[in-house]
């Protein structure tokens, strides 16, 4: 897991496939069904969405055999995230909403922002700005109310990045700026590079602020450099 977490990936395959081959053996089918998602997550940030697809469907099918509900959830996610990747935004939704339905039945709170947020994606890639705002909106108050103060950055970025394409840029800066106060209080490096990235395109699209625009141009690609 360590290994996936600093983009190790062969490191990762290698760990997840022993442990799988072990879960097998001792037919330990829940932890099965998770390892599976595991690898289909290592594939997919790969950019390798057949392999993760197939990974993510032999997951979800053991989930559903067993009744792990939050994980048949996680991995309806995994699979509408692939979708949503391609482009098949109406297969992603679908997926999605039935990841939705399964979280809020069995009360999994930051699962739901997280489902939230990423419907209301589609919305704003298919122009429907007033839905994402709203599915947003919901996904930032769910996050707000359990405490994750990474969730709750990122939908605030999102919230900008609407407003931002709306040509509001002043809502949009004011999102954007929470957002940035709760990466550099949480650390989240990539979250507050790609903050300033949208703050520094708004300012430098304006042509009012130039040096602003450079300065949070700049310090966004130095951070990137660093990751």
């Known amino acids: 897991i360590t290994a996936h977490a600093k983009g190790d990936y062969g490191i990762a395959l290698r760990y997840f496939e022993k442990s799988l081959a072990i879960q097998q053996k001792i037919g330990d089918r829940k932890g099965e069904g998770a390892n599976l998602n595991n690898l289909g ?25 067993i009744g792990d509900r939050q994980g048949e959830g996680v991995s309806l996610n995994n699979i509408g995230r692939i979708f949503d990747t391609k482009g098949d935004y109406g297969i ?36 429907d700005y007033d839905t994402a705002l709203r599915y947003l ?45 709760i990466a550099q209080e949480i650390g989240d490096m990539y979250g507050l590079a790609a903050t300033l990235l949208n703050m520094g395109t708004i ?15 700049i310090q966004s690609y130095q951070i990137l450099k660093q990751l």
Do not use: C, P
């Open 41 to 65: 997550r290592i594939y997919q940030e790969r950019g390798d969405y057949d392999t993760a697809l197939r990974y993510f469907e032999k997951s979800m099918a053991i989930q559903q055999e």
């Open 92 to 127: 992603a939704l679908r997926y999605y909403e039935k990841s939705l339905a399964i979280l809020q039945e069995i009360g999994d709170r930051k699962g739901e922002g997280t489902i939230l947020n990423n419907i209301s994606q589609i919305h704003q890639e298919r122009g």
């Open 137 to 181: 909106e919901k996904s930032l108050a769910i996050r707000q109310e359990i405490g994750d103060r990474q969730g709750e950055g990122v939908s605030l970025s999102n919230l900008g990045r609407i407003y931002q394409e709306r040509g509001d840029n002043d809502t949009a800066l004011r999102y954007f700026e929470k957002s940035t106060a």
């Open 203 to 217: 300012y430098f699209d304006q042509k009012e602020d130039m040096e602003n625009a450079l300065h949070l141009l």
